[in-house]
């Protein structure tokens, strides 16, 4: 048996991603849209499934219909043995919810032993980067390791928000500590942390005996990083790391620089988004050789037009323009732009991620903004401009002033942000994102109107006329 077919794969996919705020009040982490056409979580699919695997179980719990939606419709295997299979939260040892990372796999370790596979990869569903994973499979192997830990470089002052890595030189993890406030450096790189990138690959029978012993402990709080690695380093098990610098893609050219990015934060989202988008992406997502699958949609092109005669031209630069979005006399410069949107004339947007179902006004401006799908901009808008009057008008703006639109919104001209009825409700539900909701910065929708309602409206009706309306 092939080290593929003998390795059985686990995809975290229940996380909440509390820090995404208005983007995960609707969704879990690993389904929030990516790069225009993409959810996050096709990267991690996309990475198994490029390295060859077959076997994967995706464990879902928080707000999963999008996610296990998007997974049915999108992401099936129709070879003999072959599965990518959704598993939700099952209760099947009380009536609890996951613990914990550690207790979802606990909690469904029927599965693992039904594979009768030798190993078990345990990689998170809500990261995005590019990994040949059979490399990291094979290194795991040839060092007979109990638990092999995929590890990447970061800057010590993002480091507090990892799993620490102290190894001796030779590979080996002498000790992890799970997201410390000082986080030690790297003997040979001062400041900078290895840190864990929450991608592992255990011997089944280690995974089963620690598992075990873990959920027989009260006081645990069932969690790889925290319970899990430090109890397997302590014993002197043979836990190795695997160095994610050294990976190669097929196809990309010697000497690229790894990326891998944890969007855990409005931030981190909105700059891993921008490197994709830049003239020089960070990650290419044109290598014909492993490609980033997901959702395969029914839209016509992208198209950049003359609103009519009189109209200037569209003028577009250095931004990524997605199937089915219409651009027309509008300027858009360095823009993520998702799928079905539409931008009228005289609006001017940059440097902003803009996702699927979007529509924004005539002569509209807006610059450094994050809106959530089917977010209406009325006409003569400005967002973004203003930083003391952005964060008096929107309840949702970052430490370096990125306003973010929760989805289905509309933004009038003048006067409060229309929240739709259903987000209204699921903010309600979330007392750290109610309590940003100042009186006066938003009113809800009297007109049933729901979010998954796409802003743009019938196409037809764009061009009545002769004239886009």
Not at 180 to 197: I, K, N, Q, T, Y
Request: with cysteine; aromatic share 10%.
């Amino acid at each position: 048996m092939t080290q593929r077919m003998d390795t059985l794969v686990m995809i975290m996919a229940g996380g909440k991603g509390s820090r995404l705020g208005p983007l995960t009040v609707h969704r879990s982490k690993p389904g929030v849209p990516f790069a225009g056409r993409y959810r996050i979580i096709d990267f991690v699919l996309s990475n198994f499934v490029n390295s060859g695997y077959r076997r994967i179980y995706v464990l879902t719990q928080y707000m999963s219909s999008s996610l296990i939606k998007h997974l049915n419709r999108n992401w099936r295997l129709s070879g003999f043995g072959e599965y990518i299979e959704v598993v939700p939260a099952q209760m099947r040892l009380g009536e609890f919810w996951y613990r914990g990372t550690a207790d979802a796999v606990y909690q469904n370790l029927n599965l693992v032993r039904d594979a009768r596979a030798s190993h078990v990869a345990i990689f998170g569903g809500d990261h995005v980067y590019k990994m040949a994973v059979d490399q990291m499979d094979v290194f795991h192997r040839d060092n007979n390791a109990d638990l092999t830990i995929a590890a990447f470089p970061v800057p010590k002052a993002e480091a507090s928000a990892f799993g620490i890595i102290h190894t001796d030189g030779r590979g080996r993890i002498v000790d992890f500590i799970e997201k410390p406030a000082d986080p030690p450096e790297m003997p040979d790189r001062p400041g900078w942390s290895l840190v864990s990138m929450g991608n592992y690959i255990f011997k089944r029978e280690v995974l089963e005996r620690s598992l075990v012993d873990d959920g027989g402990e009260p006081t645990s709080r069932h969690d790889f990083g925290r319970n899990i690695i430090p109890k397997l380093v302590a014993e002197g098990a043979r836990v190795f790391v695997y160095d994610f610098a050294q990976n190669r893609i097929p196809g990309e050219p010697e000497g690229v620089a790894p990326y891998w990015r944890d969007v855990g934060t409005i931030e981190s989202y909105f700059q891993a988004n921008m490197e994709i988008r830049a003239r020089v992406p960070s990650l290419d997502l044109y290598n014909r050789q492993w490609r980033i699958r997901s959702a395969q949609r029914d839209y016509p092109p992208a198209r950049c037009v003359r609103a009519g005669e009189g109209f200037g031209p569209a003028e577009v630069d250095d931004s990524l323009i997605c199937e089915g979005s219409i651009i027309a006399s509008a300027k858009v410069s360095e823009v993520m732009l998702s799928y079905d949107c539409f931008i009228h004339a005289g609006a001017e947007v940059s440097d902003s991620v803009i996702l699927s179902g979007c529509d924004i006004g005539r002569g509209a401006k807006l610059r450094r903004v994050l809106l959530d799908k089917n977010v209406h901009i009325e006409p003569g808008a400005v967002i973004g401009y203003d930083a003391v009057q952005d964060r008096e008008r929107f309840p949702f703006v970052t430490e370096t002033g990125i306003v973010c639109i929760p989805k289905g919104t509309v933004v009038p001209a003048h006067g409060p942000c229309i929240l739709a009825n259903d987000l209204a409700e699921l903010i309600g539900n979330e007392p750290e994102l109610l309590s940003q909701l100042r009186p006066g910065t938003f009113v809800v929708s009297m007109q049933s109107r729901h979010s998954y309602e796409s802003a743009t409206g019938p196409r037809f009706k764009k061009f009545a006329g002769g004239e886009v309306q």
